[in-house]
């Protein structure tokens, strides 16, 4: 397995001494074999801890697929469905106005034609959210901070709920596609339709039976944190230290990026879903969560954030077809802005996460070569 993964290993030590980014920790499966790799350090500083298996990262919206898992769990048992309306649980949202066009004036708003329901909220298709061009809906969601940003929302779930349902939808429910804002409304509805907190429900279905202990909102285990950069001309810039915002539970446990993990327990779960979900969920669960669930038309706007050749799920993105060599029909996960990564690969057979502390630029300032190395190891 060692020399199956010698390339995996080059790829990301000459990024490290590039200096593209301070270190990394990777968990892959590629022919039946698992393994483990890291390189680097936990900052800029070359006195700095060096990374391993237990070093921590704020995974971001590696944190949505998880969302998915236990949004499918709480389906499954018949807590909530899809096609509910969220009005039942976030009351704040029951009446919605909708923009007569995505960047028309916040007072120019026609009626609701339908509810937004679960499923809404898990595409992205509910109105709420953010695209890639600047709007008034898009200025308003900044000066009210419920913009999505690298760090947490500084508000309780709560607030923010009612801060986002003051706002018009872009689009009446279904008709488009836009990001994150969604899933954190969904977080919300998850913990009251449980009567518990995000955490509490994580612990119970996921984290706890996949035994992931150092999964979580914040830890208190800052030794083990690494600190998170963001690019600049000037090369890596400090974004948050080990003992941030994150050495202490939130205010705010989102659902659409808030947790710290290690490589070893994110690959836990993204393995876990790929050998058919059991025990969090049922194959056919899986599948529906992994499978497209967007239109052409939401197909379209989607495609700057997940890219050519992909489309979205239950809370994740899906490969539709081969539009770069490392993708494949079938192929699923998502990235996260912190610097970190995770695939499923049914067509290869491969599991791939990668946990890195330099912060994504843009959608598509990702991980290509990582995934071209773990293709060809397959």
Same mark, same amino acid.
């Given at each position: 397995? @060692?020399?199956r993964?010698?390339?995996?290993?080059?790829?990301?030590?000459?990024?490290?001494a590039?200096?593209?980014?301070?270190?990394?920790?990777?968990?892959?499966?590629a022919?039946?074999?698992?393994?483990?790799?890291?390189?680097?350090r936990?900052?800029?500083?070359p $006195?700095? #801890?060096?990374?391993?298996d $237990?070093?921590?990262?704020?995974?971001?919206?590696?944190?949505?697929p998880?969302?998915?898992?236990?949004t499918?769990?709480?389906?499954?048992?018949?807590?909530?469905?899809?096609? $509910?309306?969220?009005?039942?649980?976030?009351?704040?949202?029951?009446?919605?106005?909708?923009?007569?066009?995505?960047?028309?004036?916040?007072?120019?708003?026609?009626?609701?034609?339908?509810?937004? #329901?679960v499923?809404?909220?898990? #595409?992205? %298709?509910s109105g709420?959210?953010?695209?890639?061009?600047?709007?008034?809906?898009r200025?308003a969601?900044?000066e009210?901070?419920?913009?999505p940003?690298?760090?947490? #929302?500084?508000?309780?779930g709560?607030e923010?709920?009612?801060a986002?349902a003051?706002?018009?939808?872009?689009?009446? /429910?279904?008709?488009?596609?836009l990001?994150?804002?969604s899933?954190?409304?969904?977080?919300?509805?998850?913990?009251r339709? =449980?009567?518990?907190?995000l955490?509490?429900?994580?612990?119970?279905?996921?984290?706890?039976?996949?035994?992931? %202990?150092s %999964?979580?909102?914040?830890?208190?285990h800052?030794?083990?944190?690494? @600190?998170?950069?963001?690019?600049?001309?000037d090369?890596?810039?400090?974004?948050?230290?080990?003992?941030?915002?994150?050495?202490?539970?939130?205010t705010?446990?989102?659902?659409?990026?808030?947790?710290?993990?290690t490589?070893?327990?994110?690959?836990?779960?993204?393995r876990?879903?790929?050998d058919?979900?059991?025990?969090?969920?049922?194959?056919?669960?899986v599948?529906?969560m992994? @499978? $497209?669930?967007?239109?052409?038309?939401?197909?379209?706007q989607?495609?700057?954030?997940?890219?050519?050749?992909?489309?979205?799920?239950?809370?994740?993105?899906?490969?539709?077809d @081969? =539009?770069?060599?490392?993708?494949?029909?079938?192929r699923w996960?998502?990235?996260?802005? %912190?610097?970190?990564?995770?695939r499923?690969? /049914?067509?290869?057979g491969?599991?791939?996460?990668?946990?890195?502390?330099?912060?994504?630029?843009g959608?598509q300032?990702?991980?290509?070569?990582?995934?071209?190395?773990?293709?060809?190891s397959?």
């Amino acid at each position: 397995m @060692a020399e199956r993964l010698e390339s995996v290993r080059r790829v990301l030590d000459a990024q490290v001494a590039a200096g593209r980014m301070p270190g990394y920790v990777a968990a892959v499966r590629a022919g039946g074999e698992e393994q483990v790799i890291a390189g680097g350090r936990t900052a800029v500083e070359p $006195d700095s #801890t060096l990374m391993d298996d $237990d070093t921590l990262f704020r995974i971001a919206s590696v944190t949505k697929p998880m969302g998915g898992a236990l949004t499918l769990s709480l389906v499954q048992d018949g807590v909530i469905a899809l096609e $509910d309306p969220i009005a039942r649980w976030l009351p704040e949202a029951e009446h919605p106005r909708v923009l007569v066009a995505p960047d028309a004036p916040l007072d120019r708003t026609t009626g609701v034609q339908r509810p937004v #329901t679960v499923r809404h909220l898990l #595409t992205c %298709t509910s109105g709420w959210g953010v695209g890639v061009t600047g709007t008034r809906l898009r200025t308003a969601m900044t000066e009210r901070g419920v913009h999505p940003g690298p760090l947490p #929302t500084p508000m309780s779930g709560d607030e923010f709920v009612a801060a986002v349902a003051a706002l018009p939808l872009a689009f009446q /429910p279904g008709d488009g596609w836009l990001y994150d804002t969604s899933i954190n409304l969904l977080g919300v509805l998850l913990a009251r339709a =449980a009567g518990t907190s995000l955490s509490d429900l994580f612990a119970e279905r996921i984290t706890g039976p996949l035994d992931m %202990t150092s %999964t979580g909102f914040g830890t208190p285990h800052v030794e083990r944190m690494a @600190a998170a950069y963001l690019p600049t001309a000037d090369g890596l810039q400090l974004l948050d230290p080990p003992d941030g915002v994150y050495a202490a539970p939130p205010t705010f446990e989102e659902l659409s990026g808030g947790l710290v993990s290690t490589a070893g327990d994110v690959f836990r779960f993204y393995r876990t879903m790929a050998d058919g979900g059991a025990p969090l969920l049922t194959r056919k669960s899986v599948g529906l969560m992994t @499978a $497209d669930a967007l239109t052409d038309a939401q197909r379209d706007q989607a495609l700057p954030f997940v890219g050519p050749g992909r489309s979205w799920g239950l809370a994740t993105a899906v490969d539709l077809d @081969a =539009a770069q060599p490392w993708m494949a029909p079938g192929r699923w996960g998502w990235d996260g802005g %912190t610097g970190t990564s995770a695939r499923v690969d /049914p067509a290869r057979g491969t599991v791939g996460v990668l946990m890195t502390q330099r912060g994504m630029t843009g959608p598509q300032d990702g991980f290509d070569d990582f995934w071209t190395a773990v293709a060809e190891s397959a």
